[in-house]
């Protein structure tokens, strides 16, 4: 039996082994309903119970109606926390070399639910935070036609996909801060002298330009700054929305400039070293948004 209202921990067995994840039904979600399922990925060295407390998704769950799972990954070496990471396809990393089957996880995950719920097939989304963003975007690409839209936090796209072209893939919203220590924003930052946790991904920019490209032959950028919400936070955000030719939006950046690699609009303190938080936006508020006003004009056209 199904528990609405609360966050609830449960498990699944996939690949041979036994998987956990923490699920939220909103208390007022009526059974008969067609509803839409929310996947957030938490970053490496973290786990679903942080990841929901850093993103609260399952309280936006609760006044607009979807569903939302936060899925754990493995960890690798008990003495590392770090190894607790979702194999977001990077080559070297751990949870590639162990060849973690993390892909065939969601997947099992996902026949499940639309097995015991009214799943609305059309709004379906993946998200996540570093580690958890870039896995995100795998799973965008090695489950075609499965989400209807991706929203990646400070985890851009590996560069195995550079020269990898996939066909048509849902549209993106990227949010990362230029002064992210661990990730670098762009290639040329992990070419200067600041040594980064993280190597062998593309930089924001790059990913979606890569997104785009897959999508659309050519396309238009529109730029814009948003108005800020404090004026006692220094940090400010611009968006770059990427429109193809038809019309249709394949993906948009929201540069949080002199954000660290943090959650825009989460927990005031997050991992101090990992730089400022911005309250400029609400990125899980600003996710939400943006995919209902996807399938808002999906559904028009």
């Given at each position: 039996?199904?528990?609405?209202?609360?966050l609830?921990?449960?498990?699944?067995?996939?690949?041979?082994?036994?998987?956990?994840?923490?699920y939220?039904?909103?208390?007022?979600?009526?059974?008969?309903?067609s509803?839409?399922?929310?996947?957030?990925?938490?970053?490496?060295?973290?786990?679903?119970?942080?990841?929901?407390?850093?993103?609260?998704?399952?309280?936006?769950?609760?006044?607009?109606?979807?569903?939302?799972?936060?899925p754990?990954?493995?960890?690798?070496?008990?003495?590392?926390?770090?190894?607790?990471?979702?194999?977001?396809?990077?080559?070297?990393?751990?949870?590639?070399?162990?060849?973690?089957?993390?892909?065939?996880?969601?997947?099992?995950?996902?026949?499940?639910?639309?097995?015991?719920?009214?799943?609305?097939?059309?709004?379906?989304?993946?998200?996540?935070?570093?580690n958890?963003?870039?896995?995100?975007?795998r799973?965008?690409?090695?489950?075609?036609?499965?989400?209807?839209?991706?929203?990646?936090?400070?985890?851009?796209?590996?560069?195995?996909?550079?020269?990898?072209e996939?066909?048509?893939?849902?549209?993106?919203?990227?949010?990362?801060?230029?002064?992210?220590?661990v990730?670098?924003?762009?290639?040329?930052?992990?070419?200067?002298?600041?040594?980064?946790?993280?190597?062998?991904?593309?930089?924001?920019?790059?990913t979606?330009?890569?997104?785009?490209?897959q999508?659309?032959?050519?396309w238009?950028?529109?730029?814009e700054?948003?108005?800020?919400?404090?004026?006692?936070?220094?940090?400010?955000?611009?968006?770059?929305?990427?429109?193809?030719?038809?019309?249709?939006?394949?993906a948009?950046?929201?540069?949080?400039?002199?954000?660290?690699?943090?959650?825009?609009?989460?927990?005031?303190?997050?991992?101090?070293a990992?730089?400022?938080?911005?309250?400029?936006?609400?990125?899980?508020?600003?996710?939400?948004?943006?995919?209902?006003?996807?399938?808002?004009q999906?559904?028009?056209?």
């Amino acid at each position: 039996m199904v528990t609405k209202g609360e966050l609830v921990e449960e498990t699944i067995e996939t690949a041979g082994e036994t998987r956990k994840y923490l699920y939220y039904i909103p208390a007022s979600l009526q059974d008969d309903t067609s509803v839409p399922l929310l996947f957030s990925f938490h970053g490496a060295g973290s786990d679903a119970n942080y990841h929901s407390r850093l993103t609260n998704f399952h309280k936006l769950a609760e006044s607009e109606q979807f569903i939302v799972i936060y899925p754990d990954s493995k960890q690798l070496k008990n003495e590392d926390p770090r190894s607790k990471q979702w194999n977001e396809g990077k080559e070297g990393s751990l949870a590639y070399e162990a060849g973690v089957k993390d892909v065939e996880f969601v997947e099992e995950l996902l026949n499940q639910w639309n097995l015991t719920h009214n799943i609305a097939f059309d709004q379906v989304y993946a998200t996540g935070f570093s580690n958890g963003a870039s896995f995100s975007l795998r799973l965008a690409i090695e489950m075609p036609d499965t989400f209807s839209a991706v929203g990646a936090v400070a985890g851009p796209l590996p560069e195995i996909y550079k020269k990898k072209e996939v066909g048509v893939l849902p549209p993106l919203i990227f949010v990362m801060g230029n002064e992210d220590p661990v990730v670098p924003y762009a290639e040329e930052d992990a070419k200067g002298e600041v040594s980064y946790e993280v190597d062998g991904l593309l930089g924001a920019k790059s990913t979606v330009e890569w997104w785009t490209y897959q999508s659309a032959s050519s396309w238009e950028i529109r730029n814009e700054r948003l108005s800020p919400i404090s004026l006692n936070d220094p940090t400010r955000v611009e968006g770059s929305l990427y429109v193809a030719e038809k019309g249709g939006m394949t993906a948009v950046l929201y540069t949080v400039k002199g954000g660290g690699h943090t959650w825009p609009g989460g927990p005031k303190v997050q991992v101090p070293a990992f730089g400022k938080v911005s309250s400029q936006i609400n990125t899980s508020k600003l996710l939400w948004d943006s995919f209902q006003l996807l399938h808002q004009q999906k559904s028009f056209n």
